[in-house]
């Protein structure tokens, strides 16, 4: 039953259980009323019957003669009886020759006898009225009794009754309608908190997306119709910079920016089984997709609708998406482990600062494959794992190579050769990064010496992760490998990414100082993909920039990246750094950087990285190596 037909039956049931109170009440007191005006006038007919029979008395003395003035003015349901001191009947006859009525009165006898006046008494639904009064200067007394009074009383109160019953039925047929109409009213009034309550719990009060808990009831209940043909693809977005949009411009203007963007999202998925957002600035989206593809698309599409600026106050705000995604029933089946392995994802996609990444088991830190690495991982040096790769720097200008850097490898005994973009971060996590370092520092330094004393002069760059700009025992533990090598700073360059030195700027700028004071040369990493401010730039003591290869390798199909390399080397040469460009892959690319002047490239155009042995043959036998001079020179 709804709240309305609730309300509806409880209220009429209310009004009739009043008027049935009301009815038996008002019943009780009009009877009583009437018992009353009953009583009084056999009071009344009785002294003056009294009256009578005193005066007939003091004329004739005679029983006989008193009986005939007895039933004078009475009717049917009246009987006047005569007592003697001793209560016996002595008249009228009628009574005492009729067995039944002495009957009746004999049962009433204790109550009427006992005092002068009137009363009443009730015996099988009838009610009965007497009065027994003295016959003054005689030895009788007189009993009026009024047998029934149902004959006379009772019509009025039926008829009160049914005048009562016809308001009760008009009471409760205004009344049904007036709680008809308020029933109806409060109803309405009640669905409408409900549905308040019911929105404020599912969402979020800001955008009027879904909320979390929302998200997570819908993505379960969906997953119960998923199968091969039918996957569910979960997103999670979160706003690059968005913070800074905050801090510098205010949270309405950022409140604004996210009322924005979330009709937006409305908007352009419709299609969505739900979009939530989960707060701050993460937003989460579920869809029905039948393949990877269509999974894709979605990410695509959602990337180019957060791209376009949003117009608020007098200001354009760009602002950028990063995204992660799990796809159901491949890698979860819960809305829970798809939402922690989408955010897996996007974290992973934020770190290399590439826009949107799709969860892989083989990445993700809490996959039982990756427990495994990381236990492997504390071992790596010990078990003689690590190698070290090296992919040459070749000078722009004279084609040839001047250097290397140094890209180490993971030697897995059983998953094979591993990426350093999967081991490096977890090093970081187990605090294995130091070692690492240390061990690619004397290896690369060492091999570095070796091809110094075979008459090969090439520069050795080593990657320097941000963990370890922070300790103030590096500048010696290089210099005494360096040392120990015998091999002049100068030939020794270490990388450093932007936001590396932004951990700790202070104590890494004197680190920085330190090294550049040791005569060894600092290059700036990944540059572009930071958000190192150009002042700040000048301060840093770095020799060389390292344009981010995710700009070089577009910078042909994206004018805006070709924009980005073109304004870094300017700035570099304007501040006298030299440029570094890696991931040229094509020899278009190598021409256009030729053109706009870039200093040093490195790709697998040129060479990908390879063992020291490889290198040696690459040496001599390509048109970037050595040059036949130089290997005239080394036999
Ligand atoms: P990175 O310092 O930016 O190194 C350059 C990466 O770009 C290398 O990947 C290299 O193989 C790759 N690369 C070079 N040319 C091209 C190209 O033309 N196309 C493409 N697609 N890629 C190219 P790798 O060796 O996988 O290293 C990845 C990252 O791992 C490095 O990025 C570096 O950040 C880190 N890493 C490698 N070795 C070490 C190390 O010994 N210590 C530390 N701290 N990090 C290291
Ligand atoms: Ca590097
Ligand atoms: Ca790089």
Redesign the pocket.
Known sequence: MNVRKRLLTSHIAVILIVMILFGFFSFQIAKHAVIDKEMEIAEEITSAKADLLTREYQKVPDIDYLSRFLNLYGNDSDLFILLDDNNNIIAPKAVVDNSEILMWLNYLKNNIYDSYGKNHTELNDLTYIWALYPVENTPYKLVYLCADIDKETYPIIKQLMARMLATGIVILWIASWVSLVMSSAISQQLNKQRQKLERQATQDFLTGLANREYLQSTVDKALKGCDSNKKLLLILMDLDHFKLINDTLGHKVGDMLLKQLSDRLKKHFQDAIVISRLGGDEFAFAFFIANNYQAMQKIDKILSIVDRPFAIDSFSLDTKGSIGAAIAPEHGNTAMSLIRRADIAMYQAKESGGGFGIYDHEKDPHSVAHLTLMTDLRHVIENDQLD??Y?PKIDMKSGKITGV?????WRHPEQGMI???IF?GL??QIGM?KP??LW?LYV?INQCKKWHRAGIPLGIS????AN?LQDSQLPSRIADALRNEGLPAEYLTL?I?ETAIMKDPARAMEILKQLDAMGIQLSL??FGTGYTSLSYLKHLPVNEI?I??SF??DMLRDSDDATIVLSIIQLAHSMQREIVA????SSEIWDALVTLGCDTA????MA??MPADELERWLKESQWGLGEEAIAKLA
Do not use: H, W
């Not at 080593?462 to 992760?465: K, P, R, V």
């Not at 890696?582 to 892959?585: A, K, P, S």
């Open positions: 070290l790769f992919q850097e140094a890209l180490c490898r990426r350093p973009d490096i090093a970081e990064i690492i370092t690619v690369g080593i990657n320097l992760s370890l990388e990414t990493d990944d390292k981010d290869k070089v390798m890696e991931g040229i892959e490195q790709g697998f155009y990908k990285p």
